[in-house]
């Protein structure tokens, strides 16, 4: 029977004529030298040129990796070696090797050395850590020597193949070759080793287009392959697969089984001319260099023959024809394993296979093991490996009774019972694959079809083309892994009896109800296990995954691609193999799958029995699970982890709970989210607390306005001034009529002209102070001009229409502030109704209201600390000038009214030198009390020195301004002749001012008298 071999495109790229052809061993590149004189790297995974070094004008021969020196080496036709790194693309060094071209490179595995062969008839050697020296030149052939190779199972050979019809093997160190094998009739182009253990072997090809095969020991011919019908240019062992393969001018590849030279494939891609052949040790990748580009292609499948027994920890493999074992339980009992690490085990030759082993197994039972390959099966003992029983076959498959399997030979399906045919039949739509378990599943190019064991009947048939079937231990569950994804499925053999017994239940596909459908997983399984009701499997990722209920737990992340060979259940580990047979292991809690298990078949009673032996680091793994199938409160108990825990006490609304969990993690996220469910669950006072915790401050204003928490909101202000949240201090106070500390605010985070808008607007009284403020801050900044040209609405009422109203609105306002009952909002009007001016208007007519001037110019806050500034002011005076009559006010306005024009009230903001200031004395701070009424002392105090038809005594001025509680300092006051000036500073700025100033003796001997 043939070589079951696929073979797989991988790249495929067109060039020059391709002369040589090398794999990398650990970078999916592939190395390629030109006819053209250049040479590229491409990278077979993505199809794409990655790197082009520009050699020279002639064709290069020759290129190699050298991997442990990061670097590419060409030969070409000018006799030149270079060597390049193939990272940097830099030329590192170049050196002339022969006197001819030269034709191959050989790289020693070991040691510093390169072969070089050329068609002057010599093979030299170069160490690259001498600096290139020539350690030996090899003489001996006759014509050109066009290829070299190192034996891999003994370094310091190689052998060379040459136009002279010969292949010489050379020792090194020795100048004569040790022996040469003869037998070509026209000129050898190419040699290579057998790279086994097993056979001493090379292969040779030449002119005469025959493939022959050596027997390096005995120096005898074993086989010669005929095929080619032109020159055969390459030839490789296949290191890993029992497979000859060798390359033609007459643009072929042919593929012959090692073991018994029979031609398996041949292969022609229309390159025209096969030149180059490279492999690679642990890969079945190919490479191959043709005329007019280059291919790469995977023989066969990379998943090693192995296979283990769970029960008694015995691992078989199959190393070429060699079978091997490893038994876990060697393993000392103190020995810790940890995850991801090479298991240390000492393998067990147990013999030597008859057939190259594709695929291992072992029984269900674990006490037999079947080999299938060539075509053949041989069914062994698992102890002894005594062969138990053989024959045809190109797949065999399990049943889930030890004692029944299948074969499939060609389309005939073949099922055997205690090692005895029992029944043979032929699918109609024939058969592709088969597959074992609790059915036997046949693939064939019209789908999936499953059959029974015993009488073959027909159970279902599935359109789908699976790439590997698994059944759990129980029989119930399968997956069904295509290339794209896998398919949970539950079998139903109650259907089936069912359906037997009524065939009206049995359609063309089969009984329809045999399976349910319970999961599709867009993932590419490599290999997987069933243990309980969890599938673990290995992805195309490379990670280690277990489906259990519709979710899906990564294990682990592998480094490689790795193989899943069982799981020990008293060891809760998982083993698993590489193509290089290395076994690695990683914990997975047996209790944790039990579990797991359990819950999926709603027997909570086994669970609640098992979870006490689920460890503590697993319990929060295992709450996952149980929230994602719906058991939140489960969870709940079963979490460890306060995260976990909160989210789920979260979801059921268990407040309490989150409440000691909040407490304890003290994160602000936290107690936001207890607040948005304590909210919809009406508990305000946790929400209060949650999110006073949190400094929420703009939902703690919300919670407050809502439930006309005034004291709330008044903390809310204090909490959030002091935690530097102005915004919300501002909202909170502004919403409780605060508006001094609304100010105060804006002021200490110096917002002056927000503060001065601001004091317009609802503060017409502090207006004086905030813009000096405002002017000062402006100066600080070196931003004198735009100081100036600031206008104080106190000092140009001209600009600012209506400002008195303002004052007497302030007045009316805080006299009409007062709390209304929340029954009255039907009856009250909207703020945006109201008129507060013409209220003010409407209640000063009426008598409801009288305007207290003196509070036009008071401080910004009223609280006692102001008092301490007025220690030489008395309660008496200040309360006299603060009830002023309407005679007052008349003369007021008779005094204003006469002031001339050009007063500096009446000039540009640009030009304003402010006049009306009080000397800064103990008693100056009624200025900033009451500027109207200092306004008026200002009035009669220039009005009493510049006065030209009458002169008024010093006493008795002093007399008139002691009723305002002024203090007139000797200083301050000039002799009579010259007039006495209450004001120097302002005598300095504007020493002609006193000449603007024109009132009337009359009118001030009124304003006197009446006050």
Known sequence: MPLRLDVKRKLSVRSDRVKCVDIHPNEPWILVTLFNGHAHIYNYDTQQLIKTFEVCDVPVRAGKFVVRKNWAITASDDMFIRVYNYNTLERLHQFEAHNDYIRSVAIHPTQSYILTSSDDMTIKLWDWDAKWALKQTFEGHIHYVMQIAFNPKDNNTFASASLDRTVKVWQLGSTAPNFTLE??????????????????????????????????????????????????????????????????????????????????????????????????????NVALGYDEGSMMIKLGREEPAMSMDASTGKIVWAKHCEIQQVNLKQLSSDQQLKDGEKVPLTVKELGSCEIYPQTLS???????????????????????????????????????????????????????????????????????????????????????????????????????????????QNGELVCIATEESYYVLRYRPEAVTNAISNKDLITEDGI???????????????????????????????????????????????????????????????????????????????????????????????????????????????????????????????TLDHEHKFDLALQLGNLQVCYELAIELENEQKWLQLSDVATKQGDFKLVQECLTRAQSFGSLILLASASSDKQLMATIGDKSRKSGQFNIAFLSNFVLGKLDECLNILIENQRLPEAAFFARTYLPSQINHVVGLWREKLKQMNMERAAQALANPT??????????????????????????????????????????????????????????????????????????????ATETPIQSIAKPTTTDSSVLNKLVSTVNPDRSRSRSPMNHTNTSSIKPTQTTSISREASTTSKASSVISTTATAGSGRRTSMSDLEKELQEFDIDIDTDDVSNTENGPSVFKETSKNSPNENEDLQFDDDDVDEFLKET
């Open 183 to 284: 037998g070509h009739e026209k000129g050898v182009n190419c040699v290579d080793y057998y790279s086994g253990s097993d056979k001493p072997y090379l292969v040779s090809g030449g002119d005469d287009r025959l493939v022959k095969i050596w027997d390096y020991q005995n120096k005898t011919c074993v086989q010669t392959l005929e095929g080619h019908a032109q020159n055969v240019g390459c030839v490789a062992f296949h290191p890993e697969l029992p497979i000859i393969l060798s390359g033609s001018e007459d643009g072929t590849v042919k593929l012959w089984h090692s073991n018994t030279y029979r031609l398996e494939s041949t292969l022609n891609y229309g390159l025209e001319r096969c030149w180059a052949i490279s492999c690679l040790k642990g890969s079945n």
């Open 362 to 472: 072992h029984s269900p039972n674990g006490r037999f093991v079947v080999v299938c390959g060539d075509g053949e099966y041989i069914l062994y003992t698992a102890i002894t490996l005594r062969n138990k029983s053989y024959g045809n076959a190109m797949e065999f498959v399990w049943s889930q009774d030890s004692s029944e399997y299948a074969v499939r030979d060609g389309n005939m399906m073949k099922i055997f019972k205690n090692f005895k045919e029992k029944k043979t039949f032929k699918p109609e739509a024939g058969a592709e694959g088969i597959f074992g378990g609790s059915l036997l599943g046949v693939r064939s190019y019209s789908g999936l079809t499953f059959y029974d064991w015993e009488t073959t009947s027909l159970i279902r048939r599935i359109e789908i083309m699976p790439k590997s079937i698994n059944w759990s």
């Open 512 to 638: 329809e109800d045999a399976f349910d459908a319970l999961s599709e997983i867009p993932e590419t399984i490599k290999t997987g296990i069933w243990v309980g009701d969890c599938f673990i499997y290995t992805n195309s990722l490379n990670r280690i995954n277990y489906y259990v209920g519709g979710e899906i737990v990564t294990i682990s992340h592998l480094d490689r691609v790795m193989y899943l060979l069982g799981y020990v259940s008293n060891e809760n580990r998982l083993y698993l193999g590489d193509k290089e047979m290395s076994i690695v292991s990683f914990e997975l809690s047996l209790s944790v799958l039990e579990y797991q298990t359990a819950v999926m078949r709603k027997d909570f009673e086994t669970a609640d029995r098992v979870l006490p032996t689920v460890p503590k680091e697993q319990r929060t793994r295992v709450a996952h699970f149980l929230e994602k199938q719906g058991y939140r409160q489960q969870a709940l108990s079963v």
């Open 795 to 872: 000092d140009y009422e001209n600009l600012f229409p209506g400002l008195i109203d303002t004052y007497k609105t302030e007045e009316f306002l805080k006299q009409q502030n007062k709390i209304q009952s929340a029954r009255t909002y039907q009856t009250i009007s909207p703020n945006w109704e109201k008129n507060p001016i013409e209220e003010m208007k409407e209640a000063e007519e009426n008598g409801q209201f009288s305007y207290i001037p003196v509070q036009l110019n008071r401080g910004i806050t009223d609280n006692d600390d102001d008092d301490d500034n007025f220690d030489d």
